[in-house]
DNA sequence: TGCGGCTGTTTAACATGTTAATTATCAACC
DNA sequence: GGTTGATAATTAACATGTTAAACAGCCGCA
C-alpha cells in the first residue's frame, strides 16, 4: 500500500503490480534457483528430482502404499504411479500387494535403493550446506518459518476460509 | 545443527534432514497454496497459469520478442513458443517479424487481450489481497525479500560461486 | 449372497516442461 | 560476394503434470 510508485496503470484505469512483484513468480524463481545445485547432484546418479524425492520419503517409512506415498511427496496418484514403475524396472523399489486389502500397492526401497541412498545422500547434504552458507543460517531458518506459515494459512489449517 | 534430534540415522551411519525439512519442497508446498486461489480466478476467465504470466508480462511493453519474452516469465523458449501459437490461436496476441532482423519474431497484445486483462485483473488483486491480508504484511514483505535474497545468492548475482 | 456404493489404483488423453536437433537469418571476414 | 560461425526461433521427441474415466476389490445391508 506504500509504495505506490511501483504500481502501474492499467488501461481501465486501475493500478496493478508489475510483473516483477509476483509472489508465484518469486517462489518459482527461488525454487529453481535452489534446485540447479540439488539437480547436477542427482544426475550424476542417473536419479531425477521425482525418483529422490521418493527415495527419501520411502527411507524413512519401510513401506507405504502409493497413495500415501504421492501425498508425502507432493506428486499426484498418476505420476506417482509412473514413476514407481520407472523405479521398479531400475530395480530401486519393491511393490507387494497388501494381503488384508488387495486394492492396496504396498512401496519399498530395495537394497540397491539403499546403497543408492548411501552414496548420494552425503552428496546432498554437502550440496544444502553450501546453500545454507551462501543464504546464511538465520535467514535460511526464517525463510522455513515463513514458508511453513504461508503454506499453513492458506491450506485453511485451522480457521480461516 | 542444534537440532540434531530431528535428523535421522541412514544405514551408513550418517545423518540427513528429514524429508519434510527439504527447503525444495517447502518452496513447492508454498507456491502450489498460493497458486490455488489465482487458479480458481484464472480458470474462470480461461486462462492457465502461463498465459497469464505471458499476458501480464507483454501489457508492461507494448512489444517484445519472445526470447525476451520467455526469459521474464520463466519459460523455456519451446514452451513460450508453443503457448504464444494458442494465444495468437484465440486472437490474444500478434506476431509481427522484425523488419530489421527477419529471425525475430515480435509479440504483442491485441485489445482483446487488454481487455481480458482489465476484466482479470482486479479479482487477481482481490485475491493478492486475500492472500496478504491471511499471511500479515510485514511477514509477506520479509518474504519477498527472503526469497530474493535467496535468488540472487545462489544465481552467483555478485561474487559468490 | 448379491447389489450398490465406496475406495485405492491404474489407464487414457491431453497439457506442459525439457533437451537436442533443425531451420532461417544475420554478421564478420577473406 | 561467398563462406563460416553465431544467433533467434522452431520442431521433434520424450518426460512429467493433470484431469477424467475405468477397473478392481472392499464393505454394508437387505
Not at 540447479?36 to 521418493?54: D, K
Not at 498418476?78 to 504396498?106: E, G, I, M
Request: proline letters at 3%; glycine letters at 6%.
Amino acid at each position: 500500500m506504500a509504495d505506490e510508485s511501483s504500481r502501474r496503470l492499467t488501461a481501465a484505469g486501475r493500478t496493478m503490480r508489475p510483473f516483477e512483484q509476483s509472489l508465484p513468480m518469486a517462489l518459482l524463481r527461488a525454487r529453481e534457483a535452489v534446485m540447479r545445485g540439488f539437480r547436477r547432484v542427482l544426475r550424476e546418479h542417473g536419479l531425477n528430482e521425482q525418483e529422490w524425492r521418493i527415495i527419501r520419503a520411502l527411507k524413512e517409512v519401510d513401506r507405504i502404499d502409493i497413495g500415501e506415498l504421492a501425498e508425502r511427496v507432493f506428486i499426484l496418484k498418476p505420476s506417482a504411479t509412473r514413476t514407481v514403475k520407472n523405479l521398479q524396472r531400475r530395480n530401486l523399489v519393491n511393490r507387494d500387494k497388501s494381503a488384508s486389502d488387495q486394492r492396496r500397492a504396498y512401496i519399498s526401497l530395495t537394497p540397491e535403493a539403499r546403497e543408492l541412498f548411501d552414496r548420494l545422500a552425503p552428496k546432498n547434504e554437502a550440496e544444502y550446506s553450501r546453500i545454507t552458507e551462501a543464504i546464511g543460517g538465520g535467514d535460511m531458518k526464517r525463510l522455513y518459518e515463513l514458508l511453513r506459515l504461508v503454506t499453513e494459512r492458506l491450506n485453511g489449517n485451522g480457521r480461516g476460509c
